[in-house]
């Protein structure tokens, strides 16, 4: 289910460049094992929007079977997992409305993709982003970092 008030829409994976071939699109993958692959993407400054791909790498016989990805300053990323578990997984695990989402995907299955596109107008070079997936249990282990490039 698509996340409306984060402005989210899903997309047909392609390659968004910004003016000097700077890639504004990533692709990320979730697996099994509660990892994202890669854990840490940079983000060109010049990008004024950016587009994230979640593919769920996983099989569907595991009992884990579904991720969502979603962005937030590093010292918010506790209490969204919190409200996020009160929003159940009706909301994606993804209270609505929360202003510290950055970005958000829903809940994609294994072999699913799922994506955002979100502004970068907000984010600032040299501040820490944590992304996560906010699926009870795996917010702790399943996250990385995106990076601001001037």
């Known amino acids: 289910m698509p996340l ?3 402005a989210a829409r899903l997309l047909v994976a392609s390659t968004l460049a910004a003016p000097g071939g700077n890639v504004c699109e ?3 993958e979730a697996d099994d094992a509660l990892r994202f692959s890669p854990n840490r993407v940079e983000v060109p ?5 950016v587009t994230v791909t979640v593919h769920h790498a ?3 016989d595991q009992a884990v079977t579904s991720h969502n990805w979603v962005l937030t300053r590093e010292q918010d990323r506790a209490a969204v997992i919190a409200d996020g578990l009160r929003a159940g997984m009706d909301r994606n695990y993804v209270a609505r409305g929360d202003h510290r989402i950055l970005g958000a995907t ?3 299955k294994a072999g699913q993709r799922g994506a955002v596109t979100f502004s970068t107008l907000s984010l600032r070079a040299g501040e820490p982003y944590v992304y996560f997936c906010s699926y009870p249990g795996h917010g702790e282990h399943q996250t990385g970092r ?5």
């Open 4 to 6: 409306p008030w984060l």
């Open 26 to 28: 990533f692709r990320i």
């Open 45 to 49: 400054g010049v990008c004024p929007d």
């Open 58 to 60: 996983g099989r569907p």
């Open 106 to 108: 829903a809940l994609v």
């Open 146 to 150: 995106l990076v601001v490039n001037p």
